[in-house]
């Protein structure tokens, strides 16, 4: 079975941190391009970062940059997203998906990407 499965999320407070973790089953997530997308109540689903498959460059969303980083551990088939200095406004379910070699871009669209995990909370609150 194909599938990706996030982890990590939880509370936090402002100024704190979290890591996310994106392992996969079924498959290799080193082909693939790898990106994470969070969606907070009542707005439209927006991209976090992503690492290409080719030469494993990194993009992030103007919002996140300098607080978020984006990583890969092949030997565990896993993507992480290193959060710090979160913001309230992080708050939301994040995602992560896996998409063809050309998916991951400056833009950190959704465009390409065609395997979802289930996603997993993070709220940030005092």
């Known amino acids: 079975q194909l599938q990706l499965v996030e982890s990590g999320g939880g509370l936090v407070q402002p100024g704190g941190s979290l890591r996310l973790s994106c392992a996969a089953s079924g498959f290799t997530l080193t082909y693939f391009a790898i990106g994470w997308f969070r969606q907070a109540p009542g707005k439209e689903r927006e991209g976090v970062s992503c690492?290409?498959?080719?030469?494993?460059?990194?993009f992030y969303a103007d919002s996140v940059k300098g607080r978020f980083t984006i990583s890969r551990d092949n030997a565990k088939n896993t993507v992480f997203l290193q959060m710090n200095s979160l913001k309230p406004e992080d708050t939301a379910v994040y995602y992560c998906?896996?998409?063809?070699?050309?998916?991951?871009?400056?833009?950190?669209?959704?465009?390409?990407?065609?395997?979802w995990g289930q996603g997993t909370q993070v709220t940030v609150s005092s």
């Open positions: 690492i290409s498959s080719i030469n494993g460059r990194t």
């Open positions: 998906a896996a998409g063809d070699v050309y998916a991951c871009s400056p833009s950190v669209s959704s465009s390409g990407y065609n395997r």
